[in-house]
């Protein structure tokens, strides 16, 4: 863009005629060639309008297309999620009733089975009111304490 004089003394005058006669005609051809350039630059915008235009209208229809796969795709993993978590659901529901029928149900062959496991072993239950009454004995003797407090933790316990 930018030429660089020749700066040597030993020039003569016809050189320096020269060189601004070649600088004028240096400053012409850079200017042609700007003008060239903005006039390619606007055509280059013109196009470029006109097929932004298409483009965009390709892009906006291409963006609806995806969206529209998108939400299907979506709206049948959502539907697959419900099932999924209708069915683990009644898995749960299988395996947990079962178990707590057969706690109410079992429950009073499980006790009879023990009493008379008990039975064959030795072991003799005692009722729970005896038990209650001993071990408030026992703490009654530990604390020390006398009869008017005892009566008054019997009445509170019951």
Do not use: C
């Amino acid at each position: 863009m930018f030429r660089h004089k020749n700066t040597s003394t030993t020039k003569h005058s016809n050189t320096k005629t020269q060189d601004k006669s070649d600088l004028e005609n240096s400053n012409k051809k850079e200017q042609a060639i700007n003008k060239d350039e903005e006039i390619k630059e606007e055509s280059k915008k013109v196009k470029e309008e006109e097929t932004s235009e298409d483009n965009i209208k390709e892009l906006l229809e291409k963006n609806l297309k995806w969206s529209q796969i998108i939400y299907e795709q979506n709206r049948r993993l959502n539907h697959k999620l419900i099932w999924a978590t209708v069915a683990g659901w009644l898995r749960l529901l299988l395996i947990v009733a079962p178990l707590i029928l057969a706690f109410f149900y079992f429950s009073p062959f499980i006790k009879q089975a023990w009493k008379s496991y008990n039975s064959i072993l030795g072991i003799t239950s005692q009722s729970t009111t005896d038990t209650q009454v001993d071990s408030l004995d026992n703490l009654f003797k530990v604390f020390n304490l006398n009869k008017a407090q005892q009566e008054q933790v019997k009445s509170i316990l019951k």
